[in-house]
Nanobody
Framework: QVQLVESGGGLVQAGGSLRLSCAAS????????MAWFRQSPGKEREFVAY????????YYADSVKGRFTISRDNAKNTVYLQMNSLKPEDTAVYYC???????????????WGQGTQVTVSS
């Protein structure tokens, strides 16, 4: 069992930056691939970024590539999402997820956090 708690969301102006954190409980954090998803009102949850359990491989949605960076610290049981050059369309609730399988599919992840709101004003 893994419990995930996100933090770091907030209100930021377009062009600004935020860093999200996701702290995981348990001793098996390094056994899980991790990802960030986001969901806006009236839209389906969409994939944002993925990192392999070792941290050696990452993958991004085209919409955030070059602006967002996912990383992890297995010693601290934490995964991060550094978000730069934020746009109003990045406004959403951001969720971290733990699991393994097809990186872009929400169904591949077994555990989810409660989400953190990111709002980007124009």
């Amino acid at each position: 069992q893994v419990q995930l708690v996100e933090s770091g969301g907030g209100l930021v102006q377009a062009g600004g930056s935020l860093r999200l954190s996701c702290a995981a409980s348990g001793r098996t954090f390094s056994s899980y691939d991790m990802a960030w998803f986001r969901q806006s009102p009236g839209k389906e949850r969409e994939f944002v970024a993925y990192i392999l359990r070792s941290g050696r491989s990452t993958y991004y949605a085209d919409s955030v590539k070059g602006r967002f960076t996912i990383s992890r610290d297995n010693a601290k049981n934490t995964v991060y999402l550094q978000m730069n050059s934020l746009k109003p369309e990045d406004t959403a609730v951001y969720y971290c997820a733990a699991g393994g399988g097809i990186p872009t599919m929400a169904g591949a992840y077994d555990y989810w956090g409660q989400g953190t709101q990111v709002t980007v004003s124009s």
